[in-house]
């Protein structure tokens, strides 16, 4: 079955980095846009990162642009997100989703697949 | 960037109650908002795409609409297992903002 498994959540100090990754099976992977959303705790979802189904296009959130860089292996069917300087306002759940489209704007059939996602926590 | 907003925040609603949701976007968005529930705990679910799709598997009670500015997803008929909170997400273009949810509650 479709299926997106989320790694790499740790506690981590502010200002440290952190890369997470996310093995997808189940379908073709190098034919989809991929995303990571997240989630803080108790609060509402935050679209965080996009990336074209060959790694060539990619768009950030205002709040993650310039320290994470969201990447894909089309080889080994993984997802990543390199995270940067982190602070204590990335902590949260970190979704790794498939989009239902190979076209990464605009996006025409909604974000179809979620992991179960993996837990960030920056604490000093 | 484009901003998302649902209304109410939050519902109490009884099974068999007919519940609407409705999300504004900031800008022209065309058709491209989706909804999503979300159960405690739980991954996001995609409801449906493009104002008015239904993703496979969601039962035919859910639906969505526009009305030019505004967009609704509606339950035409409660039932226990919708408790739930649910998003819009407009994807006309990046950043792909959702709406902050409505946090539906069964009486």
């Known amino acids: 079955q479709v299926q997106l498994v989320e790694s790499g959540g740790d506690v981590v100090q502010p200002g440290r980095s952190l890369r997470l990754s996310c093995e997808a099976s189940g379908f073709t992977f190098s034919n989809y846009v991929m995303h990571w959303v997240r989630q803080a705790p108790g609060k509402g979802l935050e679209w965080a990162a996009i990336?074209?189904?060959?790694?060539?296009?990619?768009y950030y959130a205002d709040s993650v642009r310039g320290r994470f860089t969201i990447s894909r292996d089309n080889l080994k069917n993984t997802l990543y997100l390199q995270m940067n300087s982190l602070t204590a306002e990335d902590t949260a759940v970190y979704y790794c989703?498939?989009?239902?489209?190979?076209?990464?704007?605009?996006?025409?059939?909604?974000?179809?697949?979620w992991g179960q996602g993996t837990t960030v926590t920056v604490s000093s | 960037d484009i901003q998302m907003t649902q209304s109410p925040s939050s519902l109490s609603a009884s099974v068999g109650d007919r519940v609407t949701i409705t999300c504004r976007a900031s800008?022209?968005?065309?058709?491209?908002l989706n909804w999503y529930q979300q159960k405690p705990g739980k991954a996001p679910k995609l409801l449906i795409y493009v104002i008015s799709n239904l993703q496979s598997g969601v039962p035919s009670r859910f639906s969505g609409r526009t009305s030019g500015t505004d967009f609704t997803l509606t339950i035409s008929s409660l039932q226990p297992e919708d408790s739930a909170t649910y998003y819009c997400q407009q994807t006309y273009t990046p950043p792909y903002t959702f709406g902050q949810g409505t946090k539906l509650e069964i009486k």
């Open positions: 800008q022209r968005i065309s058709s491209y």
């Open positions: 990336i074209s189904y060959d790694g060539s296009d990619k």
């Open positions: 989703v498939k989009d239902g489209n190979i076209v990464l704007v605009p996006g025409a059939r909604g974000m179809d697949v």
